[in-house]
Nanobody, 123 residues
Framework: QVQLVESGGGLVQAGDSLRLSCAASGLSFGSYSMAWFRQPPGKEREFVAGISWGGDSTNYANSVKGRFTISRDNYKNTAYVRMDSLKPEDTAVYYC????????????????WGQGTQVTVSA
C-alpha cells in the first residue's frame, strides 16, 4: 500500500521559513518523480514545484520561484520543500504527489497523493 505522509506545516508570520517533508512508503521511491501542490482556501489545487527521479531536474511555479526549493533524499524515501520569505498568499493546504513518469505540472498526472498539511502565513 502506497502512503505519502506530509509534515512540517504550521502557522508562521510573513517572511518566515518552513520546510515540509513527504515520507513515502510502499513504492520504489527512486522511480517516481515527486511534486508539491497546494490548494488555497476557496481555490483550485495548483502546482508548486516538481523534481525528477534522481533529483537533478526541478521546476517551480512562477509564484514561488526563488523562494521555494524542492529536494529529495532517495535513501530516506522522502521529498522536501523548503519555503523561504513566506507571504500570506502562500497560505494553503500543501500536498505531495508521486508520478511514475517525468514530472509534470498537471495534477492529473500524479497517481499518489498525501493527505495534505496546512500552512498558514499571517501578515
Amino acid at each position: 500500500q502506497v502512503q505519502l505522509v506530509e509534515s512540517g506545516g504550521g502557522l508562521v508570520q510573513a517572511g518566515d521559513s518552513l520546510r515540509l517533508s513527504c515520507a513515502a512508503s510502499g513504492l520504489s521511491f527512486g522511480s517516481y518523480s515527486m511534486a508539491w501542490f497546494r490548494q488555497p482556501p476557496g481555490k483550485e489545487r495548483e502546482f508548486v514545484a516538481g523534481i525528477s527521479w534522481g533529483g537533478d531536474s526541478t521546476n517551480y511555479a512562477n509564484s514561488v520561484k526563488g523562494r521555494f526549493t524542492i529536494s529529495r533524499d532517495n535513501y530516506k524515501n522522502t521529498a522536501y520543500v523548503r519555503m523561504d520569505s513566506l507571504k500570506p498568499e502562500d497560505t494553503a493546504v500543501y500536498y505531495c504527489a508521486a508520478a511514475l513518469r517525468a514530472y509534470s505540472t498537471s495534477a492529473r498526472d500524479y497517481g499518489y497523493w498525501g493527505q495534505g498539511t496546512q500552512v498558514t502565513v499571517s501578515a
